[in-house]
């Protein structure tokens, strides 16, 4: 006898053998027993998710004359008679008899009734391949067919099939075999054949189906060519994918900012022949699975891999950090897309490897993230901060609207820097009302007199303003009484609410407060009434009064200025601003 490929020789051939389609085969069973059988059908759903075999099954069993749990019996005489060729069961494929000849071929045979069962099925394979003509010449026999004919329709592109041929079947829908099923089959046919294997050779064929029993049995077949076993080894190496434990080592080095160790892994897999894009799917799937096991509870459940394979995820995940896997992910997705428009696949692989790997040497929000959290864990950890090798900038000063660099930015260049609580916010935090400081002419008749230097302990470089500051709050905390601008008091309120837990949105309504100081009580004015509410209600009140309590403020109020105040202000700014060089006091 010729040989049988897996896929052939475990065809199901009842409803029972059907891997994880249940929702499909219980429509098709109650149908049968209670005796519903329709006219047309519509199988659609992946390949190699049992769609043409659900139908044999199907044909056979409304034929059957003792049907046993919906399924055919098999021994009857129309169950023999249709386990070889019949004409009562006519598989049309598509994709070769795609004309209108061969569906006007079909309406003058369904008249015929069956020879030897009740029905006479037709199961069309690969449906959507029919031109537009040859779904009008099946149309008219989908809407009105003989009493004796039923139609099964199978695709896996439903969206191509004419509205008019839907509206006339019955659909179900096809899912893809989770991969602790297609395992659990797997390992039913080996134990059949009697081929030992091991349960890491196992997953990894599953893996590779991605849902497809078909496809999973034929990378099956495969592997069992190559050795007596089914190893791990030897399923790797028919696939021309990477070893999981050098994935793990390239991965864990990448997340790690160890770009050497990183392509040195990645150079010892391509060495040996592995496509790069096979590598880049690896890479990716072992990133998926990093983040579920960083981010699920259940995750050894989730990723089903063996022991082994799921400490080595666990232990990546534990040492990477949850931004690092995001970033990692996005730009290797984005390499993946690349990839298929790039003549050197292998550079565009291995640069979004260095990207990942040097986060330092990229600029995006992502990359920062990334720093800072290593960052902080190294702090948390007592470590100290890294200094900045030599020839890089590892913290340039930034220069926000247009301002000259600081003094002290060159010192804070060469190391990290974490600004003191009580320090007052850089421009960058400050309230966006704030405009930049402006170097004014003298007024006539005056000289240039140096600005005094700041006392030690405080901050000589905090922000000015353009606005009046004669009036300033009493602030009484921890370095004791210290007289302070209602600006810059506001400045340190926002720099503290910024570090409160679950305080995004009352932050985000205090963004765009006015601060001033009225008998020694701190005033925060706007002309939104619907901010004016909100920060005056109970919850976001009782946590701004935390945070000047905190400050040595003892009293404020949110006070809400129509649109007539707002004008005024307005117009007292722009006259500052036009007499610049004289005085202006406002009585």
């Known amino acids: 006898m010729a040989h049988l490929s897996l896929y052939r020789k475990f065809r199901p051939a009842a409803f029972d053998q059907i891997v994880r389609q249940e929702h499909v085969v219980r429509v098709l069973r109650n149908q049968i027993e209670r005796g519903e059988v329709g006219h047309a059908y519509l199988f659609c759903g992946p ?6 075999s ?43 008899n795609n004309g209108v000849n061969e569906m006007r071929d079909l309406r003058e045979k369904v008249q015929y009734p069956p020879v030897s069962g009740r029905y006479k099925v037709y199961i069309v394979d690969e449906v959507h391949m029919l031109t537009d003509s040859a779904f009008n010449a099946l149309l008219k026999t989908l809407e009105e067919p003989p009493a004796h004919a039923l139609f099964i329709l199978a695709t896996t592109e439903p969206h191509k099939i004419p509205a008019t041929i839907l509206s006339r079947c019955m659909r179900l829908d096809f899912k893809l075999i989770p991969e602790e099923d297609l395992e659990r089959h ?9 081929k030992p294997c091991e349960p890491e050779a196992v997953a990894a064929i599953a893996r590779a ?20 076993a089914l190893t791990y080894e030897a399923v790797t190496a028919v696939l021309g994918t990477a070893d999981f434990r050098t994935t793990a080592r390239l991965v864990g080095a990448m997340l790690a900012a160890d770009m050497p160790q990183a392509l040195a892994e990645a150079e010892a897999v391509l060495a040996e022949g592995k496509s790069v894009g096979v590598l880049l799917r690896d890479v990716l799937t072992f990133l998926n699975q990093t983040a579920i096991a960083k981010t699920c509870a259940r995750a050894e459940r989730m990723l089903s891999l063996p022991k082994e394979m799921f400490a080595a995820v ?18 290797f997705a984005k390499a993946e897309t690349d990839m298929r428009y790039s003549s050197s696949p292998r550079i565009v692989f291995e640069t979004a490897l260095m990207r990942v ?10 990359a920062l993230l990334v720093r800072l959290n290593a960052l902080e864990a190294k702090m948390a950890a007592g470590e100290p901060a890294p200094q900045a090798r030599a020839g890089e900038n590892a913290a340039a000063p930034s220069v926000s609207r247009g301002q000259p660099p600081k003094p002290q930015a060159a010192e804070k260049s060469t190391a ?9 916010p850089p421009l960058d935090d400050a309230p966006p009302w704030e405009e930049p400081p402006t170097v004014r002419p003298p007024l006539r008749g005056r000289t240039n007199t140096p600005a005094p230097q700041a006392r030690a302990g405080e901050n000589a470089a905090a922000p000015s303003v353009s606005r009046d500051q004669s009036s300033t709050l009493q602030a009484a905390d921890g370095d004791g009484a210290r007289q302070r601008s209602p600006e810059e008091t506001f400045g340190l309120f926002l720099r503290r609410l910024r570090k409160l837990p679950k305080s995004g949105v009352l932050y985000a309504l205090c ?12 005033v925060l004015t706007t002309d939104i009434k619907t901010i004016c509410d909100s920060l005056n209600g109970e919850h976001h009140r009782a946590v701004m009064e935390q945070v000047f309590s905190e400050l040595g403020i003892a009293a404020f109020e949110v006070r809400y200025v129509g649109s007539e105040r707002r004008e005024e202000q307005d117009g007292l700014t722009q006259l500052k601003k036009d007499f610049s060089d004289y005085p202006i006091e406002i009585k």
Do not use: W
């Open 47 to 52: 390949r190699g998710t049992g769609k043409t």
């Open 54 to 96: 659900v139908a044999r099954i199907f044909a056979r069993a409304v034929n059957c004359e003792h049907p046993v749990n919906g399924s055919p019996c098999g021994e009857c005489a129309v169950c023999r008679a249709l386990s070889g060729n019949s004409l009562d069961i006519a598989e049309i494929d598509a994709a070769s």
């Open 186 to 194: 797997l390992s039913a046919i080996l134990r059949e054949i009697g």
């Open 209 to 228: 189906g991605a849902g497809s029993d078909r496809d999973m049995l034929s990378i099956a077949e495969m592997c069992l060519a190559y050795g007596d």
């Open 314 to 331: 666990r232990a990546v995940a534990d040492a990477a950090d949850g931004a690092a896997i995001l970033r990692a992910t996005e730009l």
């Open 357 to 366: 790997s040097m986060p330092q040497a990229d600029r995006d929000v992502q």
């Open 416 to 424: 990290f820097y974490r600004p003191s609580p009580d320090e007052p």
């Open 511 to 522: 963004r765009d407060l006015e601060s001033r100081c009225e008998d020694g009580k701190m």
